[in-house]
């Protein structure tokens, strides 16, 4: 069995100031992506896994123990968010195929940007907020408790992720303390329209 690597940011620690601070991005990254990196490998130790692909270790999730679960969701989860933002912001109406598919799927962008900020400020306790696609080509907002995500047969959910946001405290507290709604404000400025568009493309859009 392979071990999993944790891969570098994909820009500076500091590249996505003010919005998500220096500081809360480097302990995010060396030490919680890194702890779930390392105790995923761990955890693969002790079972008898057939696949190398981590999304087809998803698809039987609940076969696994919860180890397995709860810090391979961790480590593709992080991979996910961190690879969803950008330093070098630019609007999602430069992309026109996902542009179109928020707002035939939500009636305008403001109202996408509302319900998924809602629904990540609504969230109880540890999760993520994502938006997916489903097979009908329609966007969906979502949430996901702990570690989980929509690859898992353990969640209902099994639209394609395209966009998510970490609404563990971890994520914000040491800029934003317990004002989430802010955290979910700014990190609209650092979404990489750009990823998300091509995430969508190439889930058959
Ligand atoms: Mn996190």
Redesign the pocket.
């Known amino acids: 069995m392979k071990e999993f690597t944790l891969p570098n940011l994909p820009y500076d620690y500091g590249a996505l100031e003010p919005y998500i601070d220096e500081a809360t991005l480097k302990i ?1 990254h060396d030490k ?2 890194k702890v779930y990196c390392d105790k995923f490998n761990a955890a693969l130790k002790s079972v008898e896994v057939k696949t190398e692909n981590i999304l087809e270790i998803f698809s039987k999730i609940s076969n696994y123990p919860t180890a397995v679960r709860n810090h391979g969701g ?1 480590f593709w989860n ?1 991979n996910f ?1 961190f690879e969803s933002m950008t330093g070098e912001f630019k609007e999602a109406s430069e992309f026109n195929k996902i542009f179109s598919a928020i707002e035939s799927s939500f009636g305008s962008f403001e109202n996408f940007k509302k319900e998924f900020s809602d629904s990540a400020s609504a969230l109880f306790g540890s999760g993520w907020t994502w938006l997916g696609k489903r097979e009908d080509g329609s966007l969906v907002i979502f949430n996901t408790a702990n570690q989980d995500n929509s690859y898992m047969d353990v969640v209902e959910e099994n639209a394609v992720p395209i966009l998510v946001i ?1 609404v ?1 405290e ?2 914000y507290y040491l800029k934003y303390q317990n004002r989430r709604q802010e955290y979910i404000e700014n990190f609209f400025k650092v979404i990489d329209w750009e990823k998300i568009n091509e995430r969508f493309e190439e889930e058959g859009g």
């Open positions: 995010h919680h992506h961790g992080h968010y970490d563990w971890h994520a």
